[in-house]
């Protein structure tokens, strides 16, 4: 199951829909289908990364090694 839900919300990405991507990230946390470490990595990712770093996240947990992706977000620097 956590392979097919991971599957889904690649799809979610390839398509650029990000609000069903974080729902579905919450309906399978809420299941305990996706380990809690992993499901804020991947809200805080869907909140704020790219796409690319959106897949590059969802391939490092279909790896089934639970918290071994971290996403740091990039600094804004803004001139003052």
Same mark, same amino acid.
């Given at each position: &199951?956590?392979?097919? $839900?991971? $599957? ?7 398509? =650029?829909?990000?609000? %069903?991507?974080?729902?579905? %990230?919450? %309906? ?14 991947? &809200?805080?990712?869907?909140?704020? @990364? $790219?796409?690319?770093? &959106?897949? =590059?996240?969802?391939?490092? &947990?279909?790896? @089934?090694? +639970? ?5 740091? +977000? ?7």
């Amino acid at each position: &199951m956590y392979d097919l $839900t991971l $599957t889904k919300l690649r799809a979610c990405v390839a398509v =650029e829909q990000r609000s %069903v991507a974080l729902q579905l %990230v919450r %309906v399978a946390a809420e299941a305990g289908l996706i380990q809690p470490r992993d499901a804020v990595e991947l &809200m805080l990712v869907l909140s704020d @990364g $790219t796409p690319r770093l &959106m897949v =590059e996240a969802i391939d490092a &947990m279909r790896l @089934g090694v +639970p918290g071994s992706y971290r996403y740091v +977000p990039a600094a804004d620097y803004a001139a003052a």
